[in-house]
């Protein structure tokens, strides 16, 4: 995903030109197909065209395919293989020993023998092998029972579990992105009703299995949305870049927006997933020692969290980008500098990412050089990215309406984020919880920041505070003995902070919300 910012150097007016495929006569690339490595070049008019000379560049200008003296009817195609072959009257061969192609999205570019630039086509990221890229045969999609689950209610329960486990596999095994939808709603389907029936279902010579396979369901209920959610994402993401090439930036913008908010869900699904199967216990089951397979899917896990976390960010670099670009055709210049600055600061926070690091780095270089400024410290992320991290739901606890947060300055000047959820407990009129979440960004003179700096390990009559560890991230946990409010504060990574308080509950009311919170997940937001 290279981003096409040497356009931009030569003024925002260009952009319009330089990708609306105008040109030479009614010649365009119809298609880019980046799984069979074809482009294929079509003449819509009605009289032959000579190719001869021509040349296709991919996106970062590494490779060029030069037309052999070739005349292409009109109308009709030709398709242009990577690969060694034959030519025909409608298949040309590159002859690269390897592909070209990036899968994860790139772009042909057609010249004519002048050198003008007659068309330009995106092609759609490959669909990747759900979830990671174990494969199946070292990492199975679930857990399968090694003994009979008996019981008629858990066996039903066990029929649903197989048969999710099944469409699970389908849609790993699957290369269409439509056939990889319908098998994972097939799967969340079956997960769901196995989950239910298990959690109806009283038989207590198969209790531990019954456990198993809820903890299961749910998490791979979650990873179906997680996958579902990272695919729409990605979908909207290319809707997005194909409006910007034809001009259509607040189209553009919207469509990086939804993709954006689709790819932070998909991350926080990812993350209950893994927090749930880290939690199943295969004690006393018909499952075997899960140790192995928590151990390999744990990682694919997390870096699928971490690849999407960063795939939004990105595509929130580029919504405001688009934004940036449509300021500037209104002649709004003060609204231009705004957007582009924001699209700088979601770049310059990717910088260091293994996938993204790459193009963030040369667009965030040149974001500044056009506003006349340097790169950037990042800033805290915007609160609606904290958001998702607060938990609707955890235990018997329910959160109160929806999270609310900001963005604000502490004493020093400097900006910081924070989103807040308050709760009710099912059953009890006075417990009452809150979970805060803070990016200090380089703040260091936030409340929670200021609090943090004051703890020490204590036990006195009034005040209880221990140093622990939360999901190996550094935590404090205090207890006010007076009024018997329980809470923990937990630092996520370098900039973020989380705090959990409970009014009249205990200890394990804390707990509950607690543990239901991915703090690998954000500590590694952008």
Sequence with gaps: ???????????????????????????????????????????????????????????????????PPFTLPGPGSVRVHTGPGTDTATDLYWGSSSDVWNNEGDEA???????????????????????G?????????????????????????????????????????????GEIRQ?????????????????????????????????????????????????????????GRTRMNVGNFSGAAASFRSAGEMLQYSQVYFGQARIGLEDVSYAGTSFGDGTAYTAAIVPVLNDKAAYVGEFASYARGWQHTALAYQASANGDQATFRSEATQALNFFAGLRSSPTFGVDATSNSNILATMLGSTV?????????????????????????????????????????????????????????????????GVATRSPLEQ???????????????????????????ILDKNTNEHSMMIRAGDRFMVRVHIWAGNGADLDMLVDIIDYAVIAALK
């Excluded at 819509?44 to 395919?65: C, K, M, N, Q, S």
């Excluded at 570019?109 to 979830?131: D, Q």
């Excluded at 929806?402 to 004493?411: I, L, P, Q, V």
């Design 133 to 177: 890229t174990v494969k199946p045969d070292t990492l199975p999609p679930t857990p399968i029972a090694t003994t009979s689950v008996g019981g008629p209610t858990a066996a039903q329960a066990y029929s649903h579990y197989s048969a999710g486990n099944a469409a699970w596999s389908r849609a790993w095994n699957a290369s269409e992105i």
């Design 451 to 477: 609090q943090w700096q004051t703890f020490a390990d204590t036990d006195t009559a009034d005040i209880s505070m221990k140093q622990v560890t939360v999901r190996g991230q550094p935590a404090w946990r």
């Design 376 to 440: 950037p410290t990042p800033g805290p992320v915007a609160y609606q990215q904290l958001a998702p991290f607060i938990p609707r739901s955890a235990g018997a606890w329910t959160l109160d309406g929806d999270a609310g947060g900001m963005t604000t300055k502490d004493d020093e000047g400097y900006d910081y984020t924070w989103v807040a959820g308050r709760y009710n407990r099912a059953g009890s009129g006075d417990a009452r919880a809150g979970v805060t979440i803070v990016d200090n």
């Design 1 to 67: 995903m290279v981003l096409r910012w040497t356009l931009l150097v030569c003024g925002l007016a260009s952009l319009v030109l330089l990708t609306s495929g105008a040109g030479i006569g009614p010649i365009l690339l119809t298609d880019l197909d980046l799984n069979t490595e074809t482009v294929t070049v079509t003449n819509t008019g009605t009289a032959p065209v000579d190719l001869t000379g021509w040349w296709i560049y991919d996106e970062g200008y590494l490779h060029r395919f030069v037309f």
């Design 183 to 239: 098998y994972l709603l097939e799967a969340n389907w079956e997960f769901t009703l196995c989950m239910n029936i298990a959690s109806q279902t009283d038989d207590p010579s198969n209790e531990a299995n019954l456990a198993l396979m809820q903890s299961v369901s749910r998490a791979y209920m979650d990873l179906s949305w997680a996958g579902l959610g990272m695919y729409d994402g990605s979908d909207l993401y290319s809707e």
């Design 109 to 131: 570019t057609l010249f004519a023998a002048s050198g003008e630039k007659i068309s330009a086509r995106i092609g759609n990221p490959v669909p990747i092998r759900y979830p």
